[in-house]
């Protein structure tokens, strides 16, 4: 039986929480996207749905302090391997408790039990776990992880990295990432030639559509860009705001009818009207 058409939908770690502290986690904000959710699937025309989500300040500090993402060479050893996975199964059982305060009862699949890389790079993961979930009409739900890694011991590989990856055998319709600001910024003194914005608040704009034709102005002024946004000191070891955009449009090049957007889940109804198909924020075309 083929099953209705699957959004991937990642609830990124500055959505979660404060990412610069190990403690933070948005219960409440959580409770309410799940209702989102929730309704989202209830309405028509059906979805299914695969929930990411990221690591958060309980993940990315001992990322951080051990340099986790770089394996063995970053120095950290196996203990920083072992703090930083305690660190994703705290956010994991957090996201899993809000998430069912909502009804919303994902299956958790921790891509550490299956992913193999080389370098920093997934090489092999067997979907067919998520596949068959998918099929028996459940949400499966993955995360940022640290993974094992042929190379270099382990590495840590991010929900959008692995988005990348399930897209060739998943092939979703949408991707949908919701984090703390509602789409990519730019400073509305230094507009950038071929992009269009609608303003924000004073001096910030957010870029409509990112398309191959803007997208490398776009990341050169993402790279000098002095704004300050969402949390004030971002805590991210894969890549933030920038790793996001080339991921999707690296998605998106190679299936040109994917949908891909970069939305804000503390704007009350944007996961439910990204969900079900609507524009809310920058889209990467
Ligand atoms: N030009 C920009 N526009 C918007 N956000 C930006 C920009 N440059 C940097 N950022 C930062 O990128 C952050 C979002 O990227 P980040 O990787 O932290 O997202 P996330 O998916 O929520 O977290 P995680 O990767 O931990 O799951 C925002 O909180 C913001 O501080
Ligand atoms: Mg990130």
Redesign the pocket.
Known sequence: MKRPPLVFL???????GD?SKPRSFRAKTLGRIGAEIGSALKASPPISLLIG????GA??YPAKTYRTRDGLPGGGGWRGFAETRRGVLTMNTRVLKALAGADLHPILIPPVAGVLARNGKIKTWDTSVIEATLKAGQIPMIH?DVVIDKGQGFTIC???ALFDFLVESLEPARIV?????E????ESSSPVVGVETRPLRQGVEVIKTITPANRTAVRR??KQ?G?????KR???V???????VEHLAAMNRRHPKLETQ?ISGLVPGAVEAALRGETVGTVIA
């Open positions: 990642k609830l990124g770690g500055s959505l979660l990412k989500h990221g690591g958060g993940a990315h940022g991010s929900t959008e990432l919701a984090s703390d600001v789409g990519v910024y730019l002024a993402m860009s704004v300050k946004h969402g949390s971002v805590y991210d894969t890549g933030g705001m920038v790793a996001k970069i």
